[in-house]
């Protein structure tokens, strides 16, 4: 099974209105962490949220937070207002805890803002 | 602050050789990976370490080998290199703290095999 499921290949969200980016997540660890990443067509990978498995609140950074369902496996990315600089892939990553680091990443969304 | 430098950026290879991508990081982190990423496609790890002498196989390791001999380097070997290695590589590192688990990467070292 996916570790890590994108189920949107591709989305298109008009200038200043707020976009879901869809992450389903899969593991049997207690303890694990959740990540988005940008990545823009220049190809560098930029750190957006975290958010911990024992957190009780969603976590927020600025324009971006993500929609914690525990139970029902899902860590959603939410950007407001969004920007024509928000245009790139997103990659939601999970890491499983326990005594080893193994990280996954789905196979992303790709953002465009359109004007 | 340098954060994490990849050397090289760009490498051709033909089938079989071997060579080494560099990955330095000064931010004293003590968590270093090593992911691919193929052409449409999320990363996947291929080895990690947790600190100087102390690594661990990703999801990918076949044909792939690492070390760690200090806490700034962890570079990446490829032996009897295949088509099927063609990928952006990245190297991260974290501080590994808790609360603290963002990933700093490097900006990818373009590789093909032919």
């Not at chain 1, 990545?39 to 009780?56: H, R, T, V």
């Amino acid at each position: 099974a996916q570790k890590i499921t994108q189920t949107q290949p591709g989305m298109f969200v008009q200038e200043k209105e707020a976009v879901t980016l869809d992450c389903t997540y899969d593991t049997s660890d207690p303890s694990y962490g959740l990540f988005w990443y940008k990545q823009p067509s220049s190809g560098e990978m930029i750190f957006l949220i975290y958010q911990g498995s024992y957190d009780q609140q969603n976590a927020t950074e600025g324009r971006y937070s993500l929609n914690f369902q525990k139970a029902r496996k899902s860590a959603n990315l939410v950007i407001s207002a969004s920007q024509l600089g928000d245009s790139a892939m997103y990659f939601c990553a999970m890491r499983e805890g326990g005594t080893g680091n193994q990280f996954y990443f789905g196979t992303g969304t790709s953002l465009t803002v359109i004007p | 602050n340098a954060g994490v430098t990849q050397t090289p950026k760009f490498r051709i290879l033909k089938i079989g050789q071997s060579m080494t991508l560099q990955c330095t990081q000064d931010m004293n982190h003590n968590y270093m990976y090593w992911y691919r990423q193929d052409p449409g496609m999320g990363l996947k790890l291929i080895y990690y370490s947790v600190g100087a002498g102390i690594t661990d196989k990703g999801e990918v390791p076949n044909g792939y080998n690492v070390s760690r001999s200090t806490t700034e380097d962890f570079p990446l070997r490829l032996e009897l290199a295949a088509p099927s290695q063609t990928s952006v590589y990245f190297c991260a590192s974290s501080s590994g703290l808790a609360a603290d688990y963002e990933q700093y990467f490097g900006p990818g070292t373009r590789l093909t095999v032919t």
